[in-house]
């Protein structure tokens, strides 16, 4: 893809595993993951010092709450937000008798939200337009780590893309002028109320948007330009958070999914099937990411599981050698895993014990080593300018080299919690915090 970056430079990158839709521009965050789908940027050199006040070039406040990461394309900068703006339903006299009681319609006791989708000027952090997608009352509760305004956006430069899961999917020019939304994909019923947080993935002309949960499991393919379904797969799965991944595997499009029963792969044109495998452990919320041939899934909750497979098996590929290697311990959990420089970079479970391998083979460069300062993970690792960025729920980030051996290289503190992935975009990193979007700049 060739991306204008300025007047006097352009450059062309080409993957022979990308995802997602082509965003590939290398001052362009697009997609929570970024321009490959794997957690590391292609260009660009951030800082690896900062603290609540250095090398902090704004800070803005954000209103509501909301745990999907900044995206950012040329000079903007977008996140969303839920945001309390009234009393919801009263609690019951008494509790229900169980769960299914309250499926239907709103949650007892949760407030009224407006879902929002902000935009900000990247050089100065004012804010350019705020545009609320919808008003409603949450029919079901959420987790007290999460919030209803999980899922990042993403964008092509030309929309912008906000998913609010059973509030509906909006698509807003770069000005925020609504051009088509789809609300009618129904209610999640989520896993013990954990609530929701998958992301859509951009792909050429569509957007891929994933429906994990205790009903009818779908995966949609949506035409980018109008909302239009092109097709839409059923899936036997359960509640899952992870974001879809496109790939390309001699010349043809696969999405790759995440499941508790299978990790799957479709045809991107038609929305077929292609490959399975189990071993995931229950109610996946990682990633995959996918390079030099291989696609790598796992999950790390009651169990563990990280295979390493190849992706141009048919049918179920368990116990075959399109199994290249699995691991079944230490693997991640709620964060994704990383793939840079040919290596896995993940946490072990929700901690900070991070574990790297050699991608190829799975042999560990070094496993389950506690960084220091940091307990508790949500975010993503993140790859730029040769650092592995690795950020906790304390708002610490450890950023270590991009390399087989761990060398730490500083540990930050913005003083509230990150829960978002942070952003890179050429010099400057993004961290979307529990109040406040910063832009970290030398």
């Not at 807003?172 to 989520?190: A, V």
């Not at 389950?368 to 708002?395: E, F, K, N």
Request: aromatic share 8%.
């Amino acid at each position: 893809m060739l991306c204008k970056l300025s007047p006097a430079l352009s450059l062309v990158v080409a993957l022979a595993l990308t995802t997602p839709g082509n965003l590939a521009c290398a001052d362009h965050w697009a997609h929570w993951r970024g321009p490959t789908g794997n957690g590391a940027a292609t260009s660009g050199n951030p800082p690896t010092r900062w603290s609540a006040t250095e090398n902090v070039k704004w800070k803005v406040p954000i209103p509501g709450r909301g745990s999907g990461s900044p995206v950012i394309w040329d000079d903007r900068v977008f996140v969303v937000t839920a945001v309390t703006v009234g009393a919801g339903t009263p609690p019951p006299a008494r509790a229900p008798q169980n769960r299914n009681q309250f499926q239907r319609g709103s949650a007892p006791g949760l407030p009224k939200l407006d879902f929002q989708v902000l935009c900000f000027d990247r050089q100065t952090g004012r804010q350019l337009w705020e545009q609320t997608a919808v008003t409603a009352i949450p029919h079901q509760e959420t987790h007290a780590t999460n919030g209803f305004a999980s899922a990042s956006p993403c964008t092509d430069g030309a929309h912008v893309y906000a998913h609010f899961g059973s509030r509906g999917l909006y698509c807003y020019t770069m000005d925020g002028e609504l051009k088509w939304k789809r609300d009618d994909f129904g209610k999640m019923q989520t896993r013990s109320g954990f609530g929701e947080g998958s992301s859509p993935t951009l792909h050429g002309d569509m957007i891929i948007v994933p429906w994990d949960h205790e009903g009818e499991s779908a995966i949609y393919a949506l035409d980018k330009s109008t909302g239009e379904t092109i097709w839409k797969t059923g899936r036997d799965e359960p509640s899952c958070w992870a974001t879809p991944l496109v790939i390309d595997v001699a010349g043809k499009k696969q999405i790759v999914m995440n499941g508790q029963n299978f990790a799957r792969s479709y045809d991107l044109k038609t929305g077929e099937e292609l490959w399975r495998c189990g071993g995931q452990t229950t109610r996946p919320v990682a990633s995959a990411v996918a390079g030099d041939g291989l696609v790598f899934v796992g999950s790390g909750y009651q169990g563990s599981f990280l295979g390493a497979f190849r992706p141009d098996g048919r049918g179920d590929i368990e116990g075959t050698d399109r199994v290249v290697w699995t691991i079944h311990r230490d693997t991640p959990d709620i964060a994704s895993p990383l793939l840079s420089g040919g290596r896995l970079y993940f946490h072990k479970g929700k901690s900070a014990n991070l574990s790297c391998l050699d991608a190829a083979t799975g042999k560990p460069y070094y496993q389950a080593v506690r960084l220091p300062g940091i307990s508790r993970t949500y975010a993503s690792p993140m790859a730029a300018g040769g650092h592995v960025y690795l950020t906790g729920r304390s708002g610490t980030t450890v950023v270590i080299k991009d390399d087989p051996k761990l060398q730490i290289v500083a540990s930050n503190s913005l003083g509230e919690t990150v829960d978002a992935t942070p952003a890179p975009s050429g010099d400057e990193l993004f961290i979307r915090g529990e109040n406040h979007l910063f832009c970290i700049a030398d």
